[in-house]
């Protein structure tokens, strides 16, 4: 069984700094079949990437998303404050799998 | 543009059943993967299970396997969620989300991402 696991835990910048978000498979992901999703308090998730590095429909240029195999990475090229949020990463499957998320908060 | 809409809160007693459903409006319904994940407070997200409307089948997580049934109204483009046997580690917002799907093996499906979500249902147990 795959296992996500996500780092840090709590990322603490400041407005303007890039952010660089780490999600690791202990298997290796097919296809690139790993997404990313925002969430602030109180909301739904939101899907920003799909496919590893396709970002979702009116998701900011500022996201992208890399890697293959069992590392992936979301980064924020210059942090908004409405991007200070939890972030998933996500492995597609019959049974789909969440990672324990990383928390983006001001420095 | 597709939105999907989940009944109100509910609070249950353990060992009673919760069945919350979700609606879609303005978009495609059967073509997509209905998933279930829920939040349980100040938790990650934990993928519960899924239906395919236009086949009619789900899959489950192994975790929830004989406790949680999902189904799905085509005609009224409505996707249900009932968990049995609540205890109050159930306690949690259960959301619906759809998303894209291939075809896997038998009766398995695969579950893409997820680029539509409900708002979420909060479901409470406690005696």
């Known amino acids: 069984e795959i296992v996500l696991t996500q780092s840090p835990g709590t990322l603490s910048l400041s407005p303007g700094e890039r952010a660089t978000l780490s999600c690791r498979a202990s298997?290796?992901?097919?296809?690139?079949?790993l997404a990313w999703y925002q969430q602030k308090p109180g909301q739904a998730p939101r899907l920003l990437i799909y496919g590893a590095s396709s970002r979702a429909t009116g998701i900011p240029d500022r996201f992208s998303g890399s890697g293959s195999g069992t590392d992936f990475t979301l980064t924020i090229s210059r942090l908004e404050p409405e991007d200070f949020a939890v972030y998933y990463c996500?492995?597609?499957?019959?049974?789909?799998?969440f990672g324990p998320g990383t928390k983006v908060d001001i420095k | 543009q597709v939105q999907l809409v989940q009944s109100g809160a509910e609070v249950k007693k353990p060992g009673s059943s919760v069945k919350v459903s979700c609606k879609a409006s303005?978009?495609?319904?059967?073509?997509?993967?209905i998933s279930w994940v829920r939040q349980a407070p100040g938790q990650g997200l934990e993928w519960m299970g899924g239906?395919?409307?236009?086949?009619?089948?789900?899959n489950y997580a192994q975790k929830f396997q004989g406790r949680v049934t999902i189904t799905a109204d085509k005609s009224t483009s409505t996707a249900y969620m009932e968990l049995s046997s609540l205890r109050s580690e159930d306690t949690a917002v259960y959301y619906c989300?759809?998303?894209?799907?291939?075809?896997?093996?038998?009766?398995?499906?695969?579950?893409?991402?997820?680029?539509?979500w409900g708002k979420g249902t909060t479901v409470t147990v406690s005696s």
């Open positions: 989300a759809r998303g894209p799907f291939s075809i896997g093996r038998g009766t398995n499906y695969y579950y893409y991402y997820m680029d539509v």
């Open positions: 996500q492995q597609y499957g019959s049974s789909p799998l």
């Open positions: 298997q290796s992901v097919s296809s690139s079949y």
């Open positions: 303005g978009g495609t319904f059967s073509s997509y993967a």
């Open positions: 239906i395919i409307p236009i086949f009619g089948t789900a």
